[in-house]
């Protein structure tokens, strides 16, 4: 490993957990073994946020690797998303409470595969107002959590493949293979529309990224402890090979510690019945110093 150099680290983001806080830790990791060999700074960034309720690939890119965010951010995205039909949420998943219902008992799996190729292709989507998209230099998703007015402009984006895996008049599982800037709770709000009722997505899990998949994604603990414990060197000032000692992993306690695993976005329904003393985490710059 030389993370100075350049690794491409493929995670499985955990639910609840914020793209950042996903760098963060790794970012904290690196910084922890790379002090031994002097060094105190490491490029660290996220090639595509995923959204804190959405769980699969991720992608985290170190050293001179950052300079292929753009161009691995740009690969084909892989979905499963479970779709709850007959009600709608503020946020399009369950960040947020249902505002409104709708009859169900007119959806048939015809309809909804008729409705399901309406989205196939080049469409336009308006983003949620739940989402990093900025407006007047402002993240959407800070205004929308504080009751601000949010209006967004339609995007021009690709769906390659929308393929129907359950039905269930009240809910469906979906295959989405769509291109960069897609967001699937607004395509989970869309098909809701499509069908003549509501929508919002109740699961949402990323199984690739361009090329790479959810088969060769580490949770982010145990590729933290692999930062700490793997063989590692980088290149000094000078030219010369340095190798860096390894650290000791984390105790076992410490891995199965809630801590260790705390969210950052919690549903609606688990603010209401948990106290949790987490505040939603911050996604600032792609690449942090």
């Not at 407006?135 to 402009?153: I, S």
């Not at 929308?162 to 800037?181: A, D, H, I, N, W």
């Given at each position: 490993m030389?993370?100075?150099?350049?690794?491409?680290?493929?995670?499985?983001?955990?639910?609840?957990?914020?793209?950042?806080?996903?760098?963060?830790?790794?970012?904290?990791?690196?910084?922890?073994?790379?002090?031994?060999?002097?060094?105190?700074?490491?490029?660290?960034?996220?090639?595509?946020?995923?959204?804190?309720?959405?769980?699969?690939?991720?992608?985290?890119?170190?050293?001179?690797?950052?300079?292929?965010?753009?161009?691995?951010?740009?690969?084909?995205?892989?979905?499963?998303?479970?779709?709850?039909?007959?009600?709608t949420?503020?946020?399009?998943?369950?960040?947020?409470?249902?505002?409104?219902?709708?009859?169900?008992?007119?959806?048939?799996?015809?309809?909804?595969?008729?409705?399901?190729?309406?989205?196939?292709?080049?469409?336009?989507?308006?983003?949620?107002?739940?989402?990093?998209?900025?407006?007047?230099?402002?993240?959407?998703?800070?205004?929308?959590?504080?009751?601000?007015?949010?209006?967004?402009?339609p995007?021009?984006l690709?769906?390659?493949e929308?393929?129907?895996?359950?039905?269930?008049?009240?809910?469906?599982?979906?295959?989405?293979?769509?291109?960069?800037?897609t967001?699937?709770?607004?395509?989970?709000?869309?098909?809701?529309?499509?069908?003549?009722?509501?929508?919002?997505?109740?699961?949402?899990?990323?199984?690739?990224?361009?090329?790479?998949?959810?088969?060769?994604?580490?949770?982010?603990?145990?590729?933290?402890?692999?930062?700490?414990?793997?063989?590692?060197?980088?290149?000094?000032?000078?030219?010369?090979?340095?190798?860096?000692?390894?650290?000791?992993?984390?105790?076992?306690?410490?891995?199965?510690?809630?801590?260790?695993?705390?969210?950052?976005?919690?549903?609606?329904?688990?603010?209401?019945?948990?106290?949790?003393?987490?505040?939603?985490?911050?996604?600032?710059?792609?690449?942090?110093?």
């Open positions: 030389n993370p100075l150099e350049g690794e491409i680290m493929v995670i499985d983001k955990p639910l609840g957990w914020s793209s950042f806080h996903v760098v963060k830790k790794l970012r904290s990791a690196l910084v922890s073994r790379l002090r031994h060999a002097g060094i105190k700074k490491i490029k660290v960034g996220h090639a595509g946020t995923l959204d804190p309720l959405a769980t699969g690939v991720m992608i985290v890119c170190s050293g001179k690797a950052t300079k292929r965010i753009d161009e691995l951010q740009s690969g084909v995205k892989e979905y499963i998303a479970t779709i709850a039909l007959g009600a949420t503020p946020s399009f998943d369950l960040e947020t409470e249902i505002d409104a219902t709708y009859p169900t008992d007119h959806i048939t799996r015809e309809l909804a595969l008729e409705a399901l190729g309406r989205f196939r292709g080049r469409i336009e989507q308006v983003p949620p107002a739940y989402s990093a998209c900025k407006v007047d230099g402002h993240r959407a998703y800070k205004m929308a959590r504080t009751g601000q007015e949010v209006e967004l402009k995007k021009i690709v769906i390659d929308l393929e129907l895996l359950s039905f269930k008049p009240t809910e469906l599982e979906v295959r989405v293979v769509c291109s960069k800037g967001y699937i709770r607004a395509l989970a709000r869309d098909i809701g529309t499509a069908l003549g009722s509501g929508a919002h997505l109740t699961a949402l899990r990323r199984t690739r990224v361009g090329s790479h998949t959810i088969e060769e994604a580490l949770p982010p603990d145990r590729a933290a402890d692999i930062i700490l414990t793997a063989p590692m060197e980088v290149t000094g000032e000078n030219g010369e090979t340095i190798q860096v000692a390894p650290l000791l992993p984390r105790k076992t306690e410490e891995s199965d510690s809630p801590l260790r695993h705390r969210a950052d976005i919690l549903t609606f329904a688990q603010r209401n019945n948990t106290r949790h003393p987490a505040e939603a985490a911050t996604e600032e710059e792609i690449t942090e110093e």
